[in-house]
RNA sequence: GGGAGAGUGUCCCGAGUGGCAAAGGGGGCGGACUGUAAAUCCGCUGGCUACGCCUUCGUAGGUUCGAGUCCUACCUCUCCCA
């Protein structure tokens, strides 16, 4: 089925990456020819990126397999003043210490997807770049940019786009900060093919204008030939945004998911999703992913822990997945205990004194959010000690409960477990 | 500058006659059924030292036994006119 030429395309496309190409046929013979450069845009309003961003990370990791050069742009500039979407949206300014602590975290996820100069590799032309845009935009003068930039848009095309019109039409406010981050980001693309000779842009399918945008103005500017690929917008087939969960957002950082709930994640992935998000999140061959897929049932559960697996492994390591999965195998299929749960200590003499459930489900462990949730879960049946239904809410915890592997295990419905140990 | 509206349970949307811890959704959590899935059904969805107490309807005052509801000022947003 695949049209293309080169490896890069042809694997984006098997893979399930490709939404719109602009000019298809022409970038398909570039890639073939030489060495693409490509550059997706991140925002760093966290000090990590989560779930929502790896697609495009995939695609730059696909990139630089086949050969090319990724850059991960940094919103650097434009977090500096702060993404006024979202009407109700507390906009809060990053400082500039914010930012860089953040590009520090963002920097170490890309890191385990791309190879970057210096990081052992001798100088290769596929080696990923990671620019920044406060670098360009932070210095820009306000008349000089109008004059240079500005007189290539036209605020009429500019008003046709989708994003632009909706707004106007459902009577949102639409700030001119706002209107003219299109502007900035067209700029961006300009900028980095005169820095690296970047020619192509990725993003999600919403990123088409600006990116459409950021061509034109290459055109107009130094007459550079540059493309556009957008990846479909993910959402779960029952139509849930990707990467949020109760608990908030899956970050892609540790300490702010730990590896066993980030497989957990991937490990309740929707039935019909399975074998797309094991195209998109993981880099087995289409040859096994087929066969996973094929799997019917009760048995698509074992593609399940594949991809929570593979997905684990390629964001915390090959070590942390397989713990994982092991640890989510004592868990749920052995119904033993698995040591290696989320654990929170106490010092023995609390526990010789006896803890309350309450307490301990609240304040230790976090698991539910108050003394009145846990009341609420216990008389839903909601709450486990040591696997057995909690029923007295003035139930006291203390050292005859530890098992025999020495900690006591709480667990909040059948899926969120955590052990108690004595220190 | 003039005029007309809006801001509600700190996830979102949204009803609300002066007696309101405040309808209804969505979302979320728990239970049942399953396969750690989906769909469906049921329960819960301010806090606490809990037959009571405290805090909540943009902010600050006021009227009232009693205010989300009435009055005043202010803040923010939307629309229309200039």
Not at 32 to 45: M, R
Not at 363 to 388: F, M, P, Y
Request: charged content about 20%; aromatic content about 8%.
């Amino acid at each position: 089925m695949s049209t293309y030429k080169s490896d890069f395309l042809n694997i984006l496309s098997e893979r399930g990456f490709i939404h719109q190409v602009s000019e298809p046929d022409v970038l398909d013979a570039r890639a073939v020819e030489g060495t693409l450069t490509a550059y997706i845009g991140f925002d760093c309003t966290a000090a990590s990126l989560h779930v929502g961003s790896l697609l495009p990370i995939m695609m730059l990791y696909w990139l630089q397999q086949t050969g090319h050069r990724p850059i991960a742009l940094m919103g650097g500039g434009t977090t500096r003043v702060g993404d006024p979407s979202g009407k109700d949206e507390s906009r809060r300014i990053l400082t500039e210490d914010d930012i860089n602590n953040n590009l520090v975290g963002i920097r170490a996820i890309f890191s385990k997807f791309l190879k970057f100069e210096g990081a052992g590799g001798n100088a290769d032309k596929s080696n990923a770049i990671m620019a920044n845009n406060a670098d360009w935009l932070n210095k820009l003068n306000y008349i000089d940019f109008l004059r240079d930039v500005g007189k290539h848009f036209s605020v009429n095309r500019m008003l046709a786009f989708d994003s632009v019109k909706m707004r106007l039409e459902r009577q949102h406010e639409l700030s001119f900060l706002e209107f003219n981050y299109m502007v900035l980001q067209a700029y961006d693309f300009v900028e980095l093919n005169k820095l690296y000779g970047c020619t192509v842009q990725m993003g999600g399918s919403d990123q088409w204008g600006n990116i459409v945008s950021g061509i034109d103005l290459g055109r107009r500017m130094s007459g550079a030939q540059m493309f556009a690929l957008t990846a479909p917008l993910l959402t779960t087939s029952s139509g849930a945004k990707m990467g949020k969960t109760a608990a908030g957002a899956v970050w892609l950082n540790a300490d702010m998911v730990s590896p066993y709930d980030y497989w957990q994640y991937w490990r309740n992935t929707e039935d019909g999703d399975v074998a797309r998000f094991l195209k998109l999140f993981t880099t087995l061959p289409l040859g096994e992913i087929a066969k996973l897929a094929a799997l019917q049932g009760a048995e698509i559960n074992e593609a399940k822990k594949v991809l929570a697996t593979e997905a684990t492994a390629l964001v915390h390591g090959r070590a942390a997945a397989d713990e994982s999965a092991g640890t989510a195998r004592k868990t749920f299929e052995e119904g033993t205990f698995a040591q290696s749960l989320p654990t929170v200590e106490v010092a023995r003499a609390t526990l010789e004194q006896g803890i309350g459930v309450l307490n301990a489900f609240a304040e230790l462990t976090s698991l539910v959010s108050s003394n009145g949730d846990a009341r609420r879960q216990i008389k839903a049946g909601g709450l486990k000690v040591n696997d057995a239904n909690v029923t007295d809410e003035k139930m006291m915890l203390t050292a005859k409960d530890l098992t025999v592997d020495g900690a006591i295990k709480l667990s909040l419905g059948k899926k969120k477990h955590v052990l108690i140990k004595p220190v």
